[in-house]
């Protein structure tokens, strides 16, 4: 079975500057997909950046990035230029490729919650 | 165009009692899944539905249940409440034929919270 881990219950970071959430993942299966979700306060999940296994190039979304090391099962967010609106939970997931006969449900970790300081 | 929309806003309900939770899924959507979200946890897979079927089951009781309708649009069922169901239950949706199961975007609702007392 898939897990996904995310060992940093809380994380602060000052307006404007760089932050990196952590995450490790397990799995024996070769085609997947790898999320970042946001969730403010208002509670809905918000995809922030996706990453396709078989992609070798980390993906970029403005001030979010990821570092895909596939090898050691870790796909850690940066976020860059911090802003207040960033504040929320966020949370990595793991999606199984379509050749595994999984429908494609999502595998969350437990969330870490991002401060940011003005 | 409309999100996931979820209904009811707010359920309390007590021990013992029935509860269905409502879901429209995003225009041109075919695909709903539902999630529990316990406070302070990541969401958990409870079931899937492509049309009109139960696709894949996460590790919950029988007691939970759900349909989808020909519109697409879905119902979670929780009978024999217990005070563990307490949690948010979270609505997605996404499309099957683009990208399959995997390769697709899912779209998230607001959630709704159910309290069991």
């Known amino acids: 079975a898939q897990t996904v881990t995310q060992s940093q219950p809380e994380m602060s970071v000052q307006e404007a500057e760089t932050v990196t959430l952590s995450c490790t993942y397990d799995?024996?299966?070769?085609?997947?997909?790898l999320f970042w979700y946001k969730q403010p306060p208002s509670r809905q999940m918000i995809l922030v950046i996706r990453q396709e296994a078989y992609k070798q190039q980390n993906a970029t979304e403005n001030r979010f990035s990821v570092n895909f090391q596939k090898a050691a099962k870790s796909f850690s967010l940066k976020i860059s230029d911090s802003q207040l609106g960033d504040a929320a939970m966020y949370f990595c997931?793991?999606?199984?490729?379509?050749?595994?006969?999984?429908?494609?449900?999502?595998?969350f970790g437990q969330g870490t919650t991002l401060q940011v300081k003005p | 165009d409309a999100g996931v929309t979820q209904s009811p806003t707010h359920l309390i309900k007590t021990r013992g009692q029935q509860v269905t939770l409502r879901c429209s899924p995003k225009s041109g959507h075919d695909t709903v899944s539902w999630y529990q979200q316990a406070l302070g946890q990541g969401p958990q897979f409870i079931f899937q539905y492509y049309e009109e079927e139960e696709r894949q089951r996460g590790n919950f009781p029988d007691r939970f249940s759900g349909h989808q309708f020909p519109n697409y649009s879905s119902e979670l069922n929780v009978n024999a409440l217990l005070l563990g169901d307490s949690a948010l239950y979270l609505c997605?949706?996404?499309?099957?034929?683009?990208?399959?199961?995997?390769?697709?975007?899912?779209?998230f609702g607001v959630g709704r919270w159910l309290t069991v007392v």
């Open positions: 997605a949706s996404s499309h099957r034929r683009l990208g399959g199961f995997s390769g697709n975007t899912i779209y």
């Open positions: 799995t024996s299966e070769s085609d997947y997909y």
């Open positions: 997931a793991y999606r199984s490729g379509e050749g595994s006969g999984n429908t494609g449900k999502l595998i």
